[in-house]
């Protein structure tokens, strides 16, 4: 497993920590930045990440900022993303069980960063269920290419 890894700087201390349980599990990653707390624009890493994973480039995908919504919201904008902001552990495992999300937003002002931790074993470490869910997840895709039939 391959996973991808941005923030700006509201989100840089989770990520930090997430990317040394990385280390110490043997999980591979590539880290998109930001590397310092000056200000930066969430978009720019939310898309880096979220393309890595549509090139296949990673299977999956952490991101975080300041709360885990901005930095979401615009890796949905990408094409075949299903980022979700996650706050405990119960989110975490259901939007890979449930949602197949392949992105787990996470709030460096939100959650400390043994919560960010687990949240990130938790969400790498869950498998999608698939059966029924496939089908919610394909309507999901089918809205995402504007050929959602109700």
């Given at each position: 497993?391959?996973?991808?890894?941005?923030?700006?700087?509201?989100?840089?201390?989770?990520?930090?920590?997430?990317?040394?349980?990385?280390?110490?599990?043997?999980?591979?990653?590539?880290?998109?930045?930001?590397?310092?707390?000056?200000?930066?624009?969430?978009?720019?890493?939310?898309?880096?990440?979220?393309?890595?994973?549509?090139?296949?480039?990673?299977?999956?995908?952490i991101?975080?900022?300041?709360?885990?919504?901005?930095?979401?919201?615009?890796?949905?904008?990408?094409?075949?993303?299903?980022?979700?902001?996650?706050?405990?552990?119960?989110?975490?495992?259901?939007?890979?069980?449930?949602?197949?999300a392949?992105?787990?937003?996470?709030?460096?002002?939100?959650?400390?960063?043994?919560?960010a931790?687990?949240?990130?074993?938790?969400?790498?470490?869950?498998?999608?269920?698939?059966?029924?869910?496939?089908?919610?997840?394909?309507?999901?895709?089918?809205?995402?290419?504007?050929?959602?039939?109700?």
């Open positions: 497993m391959r996973v991808a890894l941005g923030s700006d700087h509201g989100g840089l201390n989770i990520k930090n920590a997430v990317i040394e349980y990385l280390k110490e599990s043997g999980i591979e990653f590539v880290d998109f930045g930001c590397y310092t707390e000056e200000s930066v624009d969430y978009p720019e890493y939310a898309y880096k990440v979220a393309t890595a994973i549509t090139n296949k480039d990673a299977d999956l995908g991101l975080c900022c300041g709360t885990g919504i901005g930095i979401s919201m615009a890796a949905n904008k990408v094409k075949g993303i299903r980022a979700a902001v996650c706050t405990n552990e119960f989110m975490a495992e259901m939007t890979r069980r449930h949602n197949n392949n992105i787990i937003a996470l709030g460096g002002r939100i959650i400390d960063e043994p919560t931790v687990k949240l990130a074993d938790i969400f790498l470490n869950t498998e999608f269920e698939g059966d029924r869910h496939i089908r919610r997840v394909d309507m999901i895709t089918a809205i995402e290419n504007d050929t959602f039939k109700v």
